[in-house]
């Protein structure tokens, strides 16, 4: 069988690496024991971009385990399908502006059945090849659940880490991790936040809200976060139910039928060091501090499942900070676990990332897809680098 070019190239990085690659962490599953291991070298797919897209990532989800389903954040009106193994664009599917405003996840059943919600509104559409609307799932309940306070909390299905939504075949459902709206305005009541959901389509309504938020989340102190660090990042994968907390060190595992938690996991190392939350004043509102959260602390990123490893790995994203406690620079770590959930090894990516840097990393072929440290223009296709985390 002919090797394809991908095959061929990562054959020669392989070769390569055994004699130039880094050093780099390795710690054992409880976190305690650091060791050093090589890593190698990430491997550009220099994918080009047709005309029509014009760069940036929201959300993706891989299909027929090498076709790339990609949501840019412009165009909002287009789906990108992306041939990885051979490295090229392939397809555009358009999606109605008049039903989807803001696409914000995407999850490819088959080829006539894709999922897309709005970041907009509490809505999943579902959509086939051609973009037509076959159906919608309108999620918004004002009384998901109560609170003895005033007002109500409700949740967005907003991009950024993780995935928005999952659609599970075998209930007919969607999981969703609870991004709260209102999450810091009920201060005592947000550790008794249900941490994800399931909405049955055939009933069309909530069926279970499952967990409660951890650590400083449901912490009855005034901690505030940006939002794009408040909030769970959910895996789904054989039979559980993975949530990761940007700023909590370990990972809760639920059982995918019951919702129950079944173990909560050693998710981090001892020399990790996670940013503290500013502290939330609705007379004297931190709006510099939210917007210069990411210039001065490390967080946890993307966790997600890599298929043919039959690997979990767990992004972190760490300041190096000078003098005056801002980052000079960031850098990128992969936390590589069993399917167990044991705590393998930590490895760097190489490099250094800018302060500012937005991580977005998923799961492909044997290892991760990884936005570069730098664009050189916003034309160009985000996730271009590859690592192989063997």
């Not at 080829?111 to 918004?140: A, K, T, W």
């Not at 049955?200 to 951890?214: S, W």
Request: proline share 6%.
């Amino acid at each position: 069988m002919k090797k394809t070019k991908l095959t061929s190239i990562l054959f020669i990085f392989l070769a390569f690496a055994c004699g130039k690659a880094e050093k780099r962490k390795k710690a054992s599953s409880a976190g305690n024991e650091i060791l050093e291991t090589e890593m190698i070298k990430s491997f550009d797919l220099k994918i080009s971009n047709p005309e029509s897209y014009g760069g940036g990532m929201v959300a993706s989800d891989l299909f027929q385990d090498t076709l790339g389903c990609f949501l840019p954040s412009k165009p909002k009106d287009k789906i990108f399908i992306v041939d990885l193994k051979n490295q090229q664009f392939v397809d555009e599917i358009p999606l109605d502006p008049n039903f989807i405003t803001y696409p914000s996840g995407i999850q490819v059943v088959s080829r006539d059945s894709i999922f897309i919600s709005d970041h907009q509104f509490p809505v999943i559409f579902l959509i086939n090849h051609s973009g037509e609307v076959l159906d919608s799932y309108n999620l918004y309940r004002e009384n998901l659940w109560d609170l003895p306070q005033e007002g109500f909390p409700n949740f967005s299905l907003y991009f950024g880490f993780g995935k928005t939504f999952y659609f599970n075949p075998n209930n007919k459902s969607f999981l969703l991790p609870l991004k709260q709206i209102d999450l810091w305005y009920f201060i005592e009541q947000k550790g008794e936040f249900p941490t994800f959901a399931e909405f049955e389509i055939q009933k069309e309504n909530f069926t279970g809200l499952y967990g409660h938020y951890p650590g400083i989340y449901g912490s009855k102190e005034n901690n505030f976060l940006p939002f794009f660090l408040s909030h769970p990042i959910m895996e789904v994968n054989e039979g559980k139910v993975i949530i990761s907390y940007p700023l909590y060190e370990n990972l809760l595992i639920y059982d995918l039928e019951e919702g129950i938690l079944i173990e909560e996991k050693n998710g981090s190392i001892p020399s990790i060091e996670l940013g503290k939350p500013l502290v939330y004043s609705i007379d004297n509102f931190d709006y510099e501090g939210e917007r210069s959260f990411s210039l001065k602390n490390s967080f946890f990123g993307n966790f997600f499942y890599v298929q043919k490893q039959k690997k979990y790995v767990r992004m972190f994203l760490e300041c190096v900070k000078g003098v005056d406690g801002n980052c000079l620079a960031k850098k990128l770590h992969a936390l590589i676990f069993d399917q167990n959930l044991d705590l393998l090894e930590v490895k760097v990516l190489p490099g250094d990332y800018p302060p500012n840097y937005f991580m977005y990393q998923i799961g492909f072929d044997e290892g991760i897809l990884s936005k570069p440290s730098e664009l050189k223009s916003d034309d160009i296709f985000s996730p271009n680098e590859y690592f192989k985390i063997d």
